[in-house]
């Protein structure tokens, strides 16, 4: 089935740790994107890339780091940097610039 | 940058009853979407609605881009339709989200 996947669906962190999100997407899709929701708020945009090898920081990327060496993966590190990564995570992707968006499931991650 | 404004922003609804969303946003655009959030937190994809209107089931959609905004219609609520229901808009490099209709249907 083609579809965004996201791994893992929940995740719990020390502090101090750095940990990475996976996103991948077998739509063929160009442009990919992050996006940070917490408690009963709206996305927030960390980091976007519309094409491979190449991304760009969105509203709130203090603390995170991306990369993008295949068109199909475009991981999200949350780095010890960030100060208060407890959040809900969604990825995203689209075929390009204002084409329609499809998200991945999420992943809950949990500072303990 | 595009404002992006939704309302109402909280709903409740008895099982079987109608309702309108409505999304209104600062500049023209032609690419709107609507999404559900379920109780998961998965955004579900519901329309993409540049402009005109469309239907899908017991959902349906209208946007009107030169008046810069767009309306999502429910009718014969059901429990299962209840969530954060958002639009949202691609400017500039990425999208834009309102802060979303929080909808309870009641049984």
């Known amino acids: 089935d083609g579809g965004i996947t996201q791994s893992p669906k929940y995740l719990f962190r020390k502090e101090g740790q750095n940990v990475t999100l996976s996103c991948e997407q077998n739509?063929?899709?160009?442009?990919m994107y992050w996006y940070r929701q917490d408690p009963g708020q709206g996305l927030r945009l960390i980091y976007y890339s519309q094409i491979v090898n190449d991304f760009q920081k969105g509203d709130i990327a203090e603390g995170y780091s991306v990369s993008r060496e295949k068109k199909e993966s475009f991981p999200l590190t949350v780095t010890s940097a960030q100060k208060n990564p407890t959040a809900f995570y969604l990825c995203a992707s689209s075929i390009g610039q204002g084409f329609e968006a499809f998200f991945g499931q999420g992943t809950r991650l949990t500072v303990v | 940058g595009i404002q992006v404004e939704q309302s109402p922003p909280d709903l409740i609804l008895q099982e079987g009853a109608n309702s309108t969303l409505r999304c209104n946003f600062s500049?023209?655009?032609?690419?709107l979407q609507w999404f559900h959030q379920n109780p998961w937190g998965q955004l579900i994809n519901l329309f993409y609605i540049p402009s005109g209107t469309k239907q899908n089931g017991r959902l349906s959609a209208t946007t009107v881009a030169t008046e810069r905004y767009s309306l999502l219609y429910i009718s014969s609520s059901q429990t299962t339709d209840s969530g954060v229901y958002f639009c949202?808009?691609?400017?500039?490099?990425?999208?834009?989200f309102g802060p979303g209709t929080r909808l309870s249907v009641l049984p």
């Open positions: 739509l063929n899709h160009d442009a």
């Open positions: 500049d023209s655009v032609n690419n």
């Open positions: 949202a808009l691609f400017y500039g490099q990425n999208f834009v």
